[in-house]
T-cell receptor
């Protein structure tokens, strides 16, 4: 299975600012998903981007995918204190099977 | 909006005891999963279940673990003889088509 590596490990910003976090992976993918986890809670699916897509939007979220660089980025615009959470990417390939494999994530703190 | 539910939210047990963690997946979903997260560590895949059988399991999912879908709505994880190292948050997830997974809020298991 393939694991994404999120960068940075931690990010602290002020409310209203934008937050950008990155994900790198190693082998070709079919799609890549982003999830959020509030402290000690279950993961919440945010967005899925397919390998033939370059950019996708969902509300205040913008995800890009660069398959030539094997990387993805998640941009949260106009951040709120409620966006404070850990963010994970989950790249999926033909050989991923059914599992999602999570890395260490990016811990985002949005200060009011 | 439909969601995955898990019971109990917290469980304390003695080492060597059997525990059953319960999940009610989203009703029209076909794929079911268990993950766990030891405190301070990554979310780890345990097992996936489709068409009334295990479709994939990790190396963590040894003979002490079993899963069952006893009726049309519940999905359970049984740990036969708990060990101290089984203390973790256990997350159930479900998926309609095997891509996006929807996670429950988790059961915090403490083995004493």
């Amino acid at each position: 299975s393939q694991q994404g590596e999120e960068d940075p490990q931690a990010l602290s910003i002020q409310e209203g600012e934008n937050a950008t976090m990155n994900c790198s992976y190693k082998t070709s993918i079919n799609n890549l998903q982003w999830y959020r986890q509030n402290s000690g809670r279950g993961l919440v699916h945010l967005i899925l981007i397919r390998s033939n897509e370059r950019e996708k939007h969902s509300g205040r979220l913008r995800v890009t995918l660069d398959t030539s660089k094997k990387s993805s980025s998640l941009l949260i615009t106009a951040s709120r204190a409620a966006d404070t959470a850990s963010y994970f990417c989950a790249p999926r390939s033909e050989t991923s099977g059914s599992r999602l494999t999570f890395g260490e994530g990016t811990q985002l703190t949005v200060n009011p | 909006e439909p969601e995955v539910t898990q019971t109990p939210s917290h469980q304390v047990t003695q080492m060597g005891q059997e525990v059953i963690l319960r999940c009610v997946p989203i009703s029209n979903h076909l794929y079911f999963y268990w993950y766990r997260q030891i405190l301070g560590q990554k979310v780890e895949f345990l097992v996936s279940f489709y068409n009334n059988e295990i479709s994939e399991k990790s190396e963590i999912f040894d003979d002490q673990f079993s899963v069952e879908r006893p009726d049309g709505s519940n999905f359970t994880l049984k740990i036969r003889s708990t060990k101290l190292e089984d203390s973790a948050m256990y997350f159930c997830a479900s998926s309609w088509g095997g891509e996006t997974q929807y996670f429950g809020p988790g059961t915090r298991l403490l083995v004493l």
